[in-house]
C-alpha cells in the first residue's frame, strides 16, 4: 500500500532552493566548445578544407543567396578576433535583402573553424579567403572587415586589388603600429594571460572597451565567449588566441594603407577607444593612443580617395551598437 509522504514545508523550500541553485549552477558550467557546435549561425554553415603545415583543416562559412531580386554583386565579411560569423547576422540580413550575395568566413583560428598549431599570417589568411571565393565562383566582392577583420580586408585588399570592388572597414584595429608603444610580449606569455579569461572579465572588458552602454542583448555575446573558458579543450583556444594576438602585434598594415587603390570608406564610432595590448599601458598612455575620432580621420587622410562615416555615441562595433544607422550608411555605400 503507497503512503503519501507528507514534507514539513521548511524541508519542502529547502529541496526547492537546493534544486534550483543546483539548476543555476549547472548552467553556470554549461560549456561551449572551442569550435562552437552549440552556437547556432544565423544561417547554414559550409566548410572549405585547407591544407597547411601538415594538416588538414577546415574553414567554415556561410554563403547566404539573395532574398530578393539579385543584383549580381557579392559582399565578404570578416569578423573581429573575439568573434565570428555568428555577430553578422542582422548585417547579413539586410544586405540579402537587397539582392546581396553575402560570404560569411570564419578564419581559420576562430568561430566554428579549425583551432590550429601554425603560423598565423593575414597574407596566409587572405590566400585562404581568396581560394574561397575562387571555389564558389565569385570574381569580384566587396570586402568588409570589422577590428582585425579590418586588417585582413587590407591585407586582402593589397594582395587582390583586382577582386575587390570596395574595401569597408568598420572600426578597423591596426590604425597604429602597436609594437611602437605597447611592450613586447611574447605568444607563451600572451598564452598566460588568455588562460585567465573568465565570463566575469570578457564581460568586464567589453562593457569597458567596446560599448558606450551596455545593454541585456549584449550578453549573448558574453555568453559565448564566456562559455568557451569552460570547455576542457580552452587552452588550446588560449594559445591560438595568443597566436593571433602576436600577429596583429607583428604584422601592421597602418605602413601601406597608401598603396590601397580600391574604393574605400571607413565607418567609425567616434567613441572607440581600443588598443591591442591596452592592460600593459598605464592610463596616462591609454588616453593617448586608441582615439578613433582622431584615428578614423588620419586614417582616411591616408588613402587615396578614401571616404568616412562617422557614428556619435557609438563605441567599437556600430553595426551592434548602432545597427540601423550602420545598416543605412553600408547600403549607401555599396
Known amino acids: 500500500m503507497l503512503r503519501k509522504i507528507i514534507l514539513p514545508f521548511s524541508f519542502s523550500l529547502l529541496l526547492l532552493l537546493t534544486i534550483t541553485v543546483s539548476s543555476f549552477a549547472h548552467q553556470k558550467a554549461d560549456t561551449i566548445s572551442i569550435t562552437l557546435e552549440g552556437v547556432k549561425y544565423g544561417y547554414p554553415i559550409k566548410y572549405y578544407p585547407i591544407h597547411t603545415e601538415g594538416q588538414d583543416l577546415r574553414m567554415a562559412y556561410m554563403d547566404v543567396l539573395p532574398t530578393q531580386l539579385n543584383n549580381g554583386r557579392t559582399v565578404v565579411l570578416f569578423h573581429g578576433k573575439n568573434f565570428g560569423g555568428y555577430y553578422w547576422t542582422n548585417v547579413i540580413k539586410a544586405l540579402s535583402s537587397r539582392g546581396f550575395r553575402v560570404i560569411v568566413p570564419d578564419q581559420i583560428g576562430f568561430g566554428k573553424s579549425s583551432k590550429a598549431y601554425i603560423h598565423y599570417s593575414f597574407h596566409q589568411m587572405s590566400k585562404w579567403n581568396k581560394g574561397l571565393l575562387d571555389t564558389l565562383g565569385i570574381k569580384r566582392a566587396s570586402v568588409l572587415g570589422h577590428s582585425m577583420g579590418g586588417m585582413l580586408a587590407t591585407r586582402f585588399a593589397l594582395l587582390y586589388p583586382e577582386v575587390t570592388e570596395k574595401l569597408l572597414l568598420e572600426n578597423p584595429i591596426g590604425l597604429e603600429d602597436y609594437k611602437t608603444f605597447i611592450p613586447y610580449i611574447n605568444t607563451e606569455d600572451q598564452y598566460k594571460t588568455e588562460l585567465k579569461a573568465t565570463s566575469e572579465s570578457i564581460r568586464k572588458y567589453y562593457q569597458t572597451s ?26 588550446r583556444f588560449a594559445k591560438v588566441a595568443a597566436m593571433t594576438y602576436t600577429m596583429i602585434y607583428e604584422q601592421p598594415v597602418v605602413y601601406e594603407f597608401y598603396n590601397l587603390r580600391v574604393p574605400t ?70
Open 210 to 235: 567596446y560599448f558606450t552602454v551596455w545593454k541585456p542583448e549584449y550578453e549573448e555575446l558574453v555568453r559565448i565567449a564566456g562559455g568557451i573558458t569552460n570547455s576542457g579543450d580552452f587552452p
Open 265 to 334: 570608406i571607413l565607418f567609425i564610432g567616434r567613441e572607440d577607444k581600443t588598443i591591442l595590448g591596452k592592460s600593459l599601458l598605464s592610463p596616462d598612455q591609454q588616453a593617448i593612443h586608441g582615439q578613433y575620432k582622431l584615428l578614423g580621420k588620419q586614417t582616411a587622410a591616408k588613402i587615396p580617395g578614401a571616404k568616412i562615416i562617422e557614428f556619435e555615441a557609438c563605441g567599437h562595433i556600430p553595426h551592434i551598437e548602432v545597427p540601423t544607422e550602420f545598416t543605412v550608411a553600408l547600403l549607401g555605400s555599396l
